[in-house]
């Protein structure tokens, strides 16, 4: 997964997008963009932001409302909505199955080293398998 940084404040989710799909930011950008508002993009937007760059199906998992660092995460890539507890927004990062992609960062990290694993997980959106 090539990571890619998002370019305001509320595109965390398009970034994410990009990163998942294999796409170019503009791509997702252009995909998203009727979806945006100023919270940023809603798990519904997100799926459908997806489900057209991808051309499969994507779905919200059951989230578990504890910590990064205590969830168990899938081998898979997936997108992850995280938050600290004093914030009412979330915030969009990829996760390729061994490493955290937080488009807000310039680097990737493993869990354990992550600086928002004490963040909690609100959703996670992972891809339809057959």
Not at 40 to 47: E, H, Q
Request: hydrophobic share 45%; net charge positive.
């Amino acid at each position: 997964m090539r990571h890619i940084r998002q370019r305001g404040v509320i595109d965390c989710g398009v970034a994410a997008a990009a990163m998942l799909a294999g796409v170019s930011y503009a791509e997702a950008a252009r995909v998203a963009n009727r979806l945006l508002h100023e919270a940023g993009m809603g798990c519904a937007s997100f799926i459908e932001v997806m489900e057209a760059l991808t051309g499969s199906a994507w779905r919200i998992a059951r989230p578990f409302k504890r910590p990064l660092a205590e969830h168990r995460l899938p081998a898979a890539p997936v997108a992850i909505v995280i938050r600290p507890d004093y914030r009412d927004y979330g915030h969009w990062i990829a996760f390729d199955g061994s490493r955290i992609f937080d488009p807000d960062i310039t680097r990737t990290y493993p869990v354990a080293t992550y600086p928002k694993r004490h963040w909690k997980v609100i959703r996670t959106v992972v891809q339809c398998t057959a």
